[in-house]
């Protein structure tokens, strides 16, 4: 089964496991983006982190991962809402020349060592005690798990692991995360229950980093796990769907026409013969001819009204 996000939890509760695998979801991000080998796999990877995060998040909006720096890639952005709604997209330097296959993040992001790794929640309404919470770390690592693991580590404070795969067919990953400790009991003293959850913690662990990229792409979310947690009880909640859904429509494209003006538009017009526009972040194309931008300034036409911001994105 794919397309989904499967939550487990060890006996303990001391240990969160996820494991994302996506096909479909992953191919239509893609199937309006050109991009080179080493770019879709880092954005693949950037989007398997994003979904696994905002699976752990219970609120009404988005978790944005973006990674910028002055590399052949100027920018990288995933997001994904509460409902696991994912897009992502990759903007490249009009003069970069597609990189080797096994280009890492910092040859393709960060060679100046000035890059930046940000963190969004990004609330559906904002205001009434709801903002835009924002984390920016520097870009570490050389790959979307380290930088993740280093702004966890130094934002959140909280224990987490990640192992990210991508290619041009499948968009997968695996999280380890360690949940605040829980009060002790059953008798067990403090410092009793602290161990039991760092060997807990330290088991997840030690089977996880077994795990190679291949086998993140090549087998389900249910063979690796009976691969690596077989002998250990979980506690297993229903699987999750995941799709991909971007905000444009062409009811915004033609909202955003219609702000240029009907000069603007004729004389487009009488220069191409008909008006092409691709969202600036998934890249579905949407062309109008003649008729169609005759229609838009029509007597009487209203302005289509769509919810969200108004930038095609």
Not at 5 to 20: A, G, M, P, V
Not at 235 to 248: G, L, N
Not at 251 to 277: C, F, K, W, Y
Not at 290 to 307: H, I, K
Request: net charge negative; hydrophobic share 40%.
């Amino acid at each position: 089964m794919t397309d989904t996000l499967k939550k487990y939890l060890t006996t303990d509760h001391s240990t969160r496991i996820q494991l994302l695998r996506l096909s479909q979801a992953w191919q239509d991000g893609l199937a309006h983006q050109k991009l080179p080998a080493a770019v879709t796999r880092l954005l693949g990877e950037l989007s398997a982190a994003c979904v696994l995060l905002a699976g752990n998040i219970k609120f009404d909006g988005s978790v944005v991962l973006q990674i910028q720096g002055s590399g052949p890639v100027s920018l990288m952005v995933a997001e994904c809402t509460g409902a696991l709604e994912l897009r992502a997209t990759a903007h490249l330097r009009d003069a970069a020349a597609a990189p080797p296959e096994d280009a890492g993040l910092q040859a393709l992001v960060n060679p100046d060592g000035k890059g930046r790794f940000t963190v969004m929640l990004d609330p559906s309404r904002r205001g009434e005690g709801t903002s835009l919470y924002q984390g920016i770390v520097p870009l570490e690592g050389d790959s979307v798990a380290h930088a993740l693991e280093y702004y966890m580590k130094h934002s959140e404070q909280l224990d987490t692991r990640l192992w990210l795969a991508a290619n041009d067919r499948f968009c997968t990953g695996l999280l380890l995360q360690r949940m605040p400790s829980s009060q002790h009991g059953g008798g067990q003293s403090a410092e009793q229950h602290t161990d039991d959850e760092d060997r807990t913690w330290e088991h997840c662990t030690t089977l996880a980093d077994t795990v190679a990229s291949p086998e993140l792409l090549d087998l389900t979310t249910d063979a690796l796990m009976h691969r690596l947690f077989w002998q250990d009880d979980l506690v297993s909640f229903a699987p999750q769907a995941v799709h991909w859904h971007c905000a444009c429509s062409r009811e915004r494209v033609a909202n955003m026409l219609r702000t240029l003006g009907q000069t603007e538009i004729d004389s487009i017009l009488a220069e191409q013969g008909h008006v092409h526009i691709g969202c600036d972040f998934c890249g579905k194309p949407y062309e109008f001819d003649a008729v169609d931008c005759a229609a838009l300034f029509a007597e009487g036409t209203q302005p289509v009204q769509a919810p969200g911001s108004g930038l095609l994105h």
